[in-house]
């Protein structure tokens, strides 16, 4: 049995999805339960693109104990610098450093030849090296380059020190036969093949980035990168958990194990899914709704016979339980405390779980039962409230007429919460009313570019998880997510989180 590392850069590629924005409260609570997973490499950030991906990238080097924390870099000084400098805290880390070498990006993007790239990768890879015990390159485009250059540029930068090599499908262009082939073709092309670990990067542009990742594993590949819920750009990237599961059920064919605890499966991709505001489709392989129901009457009868007839994959191999006991309002802080525990949220700060044991009390008050996904939204939701620079105090919209709604909103500075503001206004509709309200409290006028809404759980009781994109009147767009059991106040909680 071989054994393969898992890479997730959830925090990286995934934060390139459109309309996703994780703030470094998110990006730490992301990390240390991908850490829970078992994930073997995190890659937290890329430092030099913004002060708040260095302070993220920083404050995960400080967090993690186990998983190795990684950070992006070009092949360019200043941004080695900048990682180095992010991650130099991290008992365990690593660099990422990367160039294009297709023709297309030599030609467009770079404006460089073979030779200059080549003596770019020896000089960048061997300065990394002395920063960094672990340094992973990364060929930019590879499938897309010619095969014999490739395995020049790639044994380049073994020579120069790098100790993981990426061979990356950057546009989702190839397919697994070409790249099973691809990594055939390396191990017998570059000499040094066998002192670097190789590792697969695959987008989903032609759906194709697990069955790729899957053919590298294959053929030589010892690591894999991805993001959970295959989350990313455009199309998104390798979806990490149909990878593990698929090493897992399939095991005998692929002779392959991993470090990821598949218990903790359904939990990640449930964090990531709710931090990112991306909802998991009901058809989605391994995590979606309906990947363990079943309608067809024959399934129904071959299920309750034997559930192997018709699932390879049991709920609880996931974390998914199928018998979840809720708290209610008779429940008491020991037994809050108890099942904050089981679902792997540190209990040891008195005042967050007196604060938090209190948001759930008021939750049962209203609500039958509290499940688990209600207590996850709890947690989430004081994430977001705490990394908020306004606090919503009150809320109170009324219906003029037809075509008109009235907001009154009442809010504070979260560091200063005597620093009251309140004032009403109108629009068309109850939210876009309180959102109106919001900017003229404010004196601003941030644009509403992305809504949406989620049910914690079935039920009219349920809490609503609202999600929101705006832009600022200089043309930044931020993020913003809201949690309560109104939907009026989760919006108006979700917006004032996004405005910077």
Same mark, same amino acid.
């Given at each position: 049995?071989?054994?393969i590392?898992?890479?997730d850069?959830?925090?990286?590629d995934?934060?390139?999805t ?8 998110e ?5 240390k ?6 994930v073997?490499?995190?890659?937290a ?8 991906d260095f302070?993220?990238v920083?404050?995960?080097?400080r ?14 000084k ?6 180095y ?11 990422h450093?990367?160039?294009a070498?297709s ?7 770079l404006?460089m ?7 770019r990768?020896?000089?960048?890879v061997?300065? #990394? ?5 672990? +340094?992973?390159?990364?060929? $930019?485009? /590879?499938?897309? *380059?010619e095969w014999?250059?490739?395995a020049?540029?790639v044994e380049?930068?073994i020579?120069a020190?790098?100790t993981?090599i990426?061979?990356p499908?950057t ?7 070409e790249y ?15 002192q670097?670990?190789?590792?697969s990067h ?7 980035a697990?069955?790729n990742?899957?053919?590298a594993?294959e053929?030589g #590949?010892?690591r894999?990168?991805g993001? +959970?819920?295959g989350i990313? $750009?455009? /199309?998104g990237? *390798?979806a990490?958990e ?7 059920i ?6 392959a194990?991993?470090?990821?605890d ?6 990640t ?5 709710r ?32 559930p ?5 994959i049991t ?5 998914v ?5 809720p708290?209610?309002?008779?429940s008491?802080?020991h ?13 040891s700060?008195s005042?967050l779980i007196?604060?938090?044991f209190?948001?759930?009390k008021?939750?049962?008050d209203?609500k ?6 209600d207590?996850h939204?709890?947690?989430l939701?004081?994430?977001a ?16 007429n037809?075509?008109e709604h009235?907001a009154?909103?009442?809010i504070?500075?979260?560091?200063n919460a ?10 068309p ?5 309180i959102?109106?309200t919001i ?24 809490q609503?998880?609202v999600?929101?994109?705006?832009e600022?009147?200089?043309g930044?767009?931020?993020y913003?997510m809201g949690?309560?059991?109104d ?5 108006a ?5 996004a405005?910077?």
């Open positions: 049995m071989k054994k590392e898992f890479f850069t959830t925090l990286c995934g934060e390139q459109p309309g996703v924005n994780f703030n470094t409260t990006k730490v609570e992301l990390a339960q991908l850490e829970r997973w078992g073997d490499v995190i890659e950030g890329f430092p030099v693109t913004s002060q708040g302070e993220a920083q404050a995960i080097s967090t993690l104990k186990r998983a190795r924390v990684g950070g992006l870099a070009r092949c360019v200043r941004d080695i610098d900048v990682a400098e992010a991650l130099k805290d991290a008992p365990n880390k690593q660099i450093v990367f160039i070498t023709p297309i990006h030599r030609e467009y993007k404006n030849t073979k030779e200059e790239i080549l003596e990768v020896k000089e960048y061997t300065y #990394a090296k002395t920063l960094f015990e672990h +340094v992973q390159f990364s060929p $930019e485009d /590879a499938t897309r *380059t014999d250059y490739l020049k540029v380049t930068a020579q020190g790098a993981v990426n061979i499908d546009v989702g262009y190839t397919n697994p036969t099973g082939n691809l990594f055939k073709y390396l191990q017998e092309n570059v000499p040094s093949f066998d670097a670990v190789f590792s695959c987008h989903d542009d032609l759906g194709m697990v069955a990742a899957l053919a594993i053929n #590949a010892l894999v990168e993001t +959970v819920n990313g $750009e455009r /199309a990237n *390798t990490l149909e990878v593990a599961v698929t090493l897992k399939r095991e005998q064919y692929y002779q194990e991993s470090n990821i598949l218990k903790e499966t359904k939990r991709s449930s964090l990531v899914s931090l990112s505001g991306m909802m998991v489709p009901k058809n989605k392989a391994v995590v979606g709704g309906n990947a363990f129901a079943h309608e067809s009457g024959i399934h129904q009868d071959g299920v309750l016979k034997n192997e007839t018709y699932e390879i709920p609880q191999m996931v974390g339980e199928t018998n979840e006991l708290l209610g309002k008779l008491g802080r037994a809050f405390v108890d099942r904050m525990e089981s679902l792997g949220y540190d209990t700060d005042q007196d604060e938090l209190n948001n759930f008021d939750l049962a209203r039958q039962h509290v499940t688990n996904s207590l939204a709890i947690m939701g004081k994430v409230e705490e990394a908020a620079r306004y606090e919503l105090r009150r809320l109170q919209v009324l219906q003029i037809d075509y009235v009154t909103v009442v504070n500075e979260k560091d005597e620093a009251v503001k309140q004032d009403s206004g109108t629009g509709g109850s939210v876009e009313a959102y109106s900017n003229k409290i404010l004196e601003t006028d941030y644009k509403l570019l992305e809504y949406s809404i989620e049910a914690i759980t079935a039920g009219s009781d349920s609503a998880q999600h929101v994109q705006i600022s009147p200089e930044d767009k931020f913003g949690v309560d059991s939907v009026l106040a989760a919006s909680k979700a917006y004032l989180q405005i910077r």
